[in-house]
C-alpha cells in the first residue's frame, strides 16, 4: 500500500479556482492507477476523477468534466486536481485514494488507499 496526504483545500469563491495535492509514500507509486472523490455532508462519497499509472488515462464524472483537471508526477509521488470555475455545490472533503488492482475506478471499493481528506468550502 500507499500512504497519501492531501492538501491544499481551502475556501474559494464561486467561480474560482483551487489546487489539490497528493503526496504519496511507499514504494512502487507509479504502478498505481489513482483517483479523487468527495465526499459532502449528509452524502455518498462521489467519484471525482481517476488517471492511470503513467497519466496517459483519464476519466471524469459528469459534474466535473470540462472544469476540473487530474494530472500525476511520478517521480515526486504526487497527483494533483485542478479545480477551476468552483461551485457552492463543490463544497466537500476531497479524498485521494489508491489502488494496484484492476476494478471499476468509479467504485470507492477498487481502492485500497485513501487519505485523510482535505476541506473545500465554495462560497456564493
Known amino acids: 500500500q500507499v500512504q497519501l496526504v492531501e492538501s491544499g483545500g481551502g475556501l474559494a469563491q464561486a467561480g474560482g479556482s483551487l489546487s489539490l495535492s497528493c503526496a504519496a509514500s511507499g514504494r512502487a507509486f507509479s504502478y498505481y492507477a489513482m483517483a479523487w472523490f468527495r465526499q459532502a455532508p449528509g452524502e455518498e462519497r462521489e467519484f471525482l476523477a481517476n488517471?492511470?499509472?503513467?497519466?496517459?488515462?483519464?476519466n471524469y464524472a459528469d459534474s466535473v468534466r470540462g472544469r476540473f483537471t487530474i494530472s500525476r508526477d511520478n517521480r515526486k509521488k504526487m497527483v494533483y486536481l485542478q479545480m477551476n470555475r468552483l461551485k457552492p455545490e463543490d463544497t466537500a472533503i476531497y479524498l485521494c485514494?489508491?489502488?494496484?488492482?484492476?476494478?471499476?475506478?468509479?467504485?470507492?471499493?477498487?481502492?485500497?488507499?485513501w487519505g485523510q481528506g482535505t476541506q473545500v468550502t465554495v462560497s456564493s
Open positions: 485514494a489508491a489502488t494496484f488492482a484492476p476494478g471499476d475506478a468509479k467504485i470507492g471499493t477498487t481502492y485500497d488507499s
Open positions: 488517471i492511470n499509472w503513467d497519466g496517459s488515462s483519464t
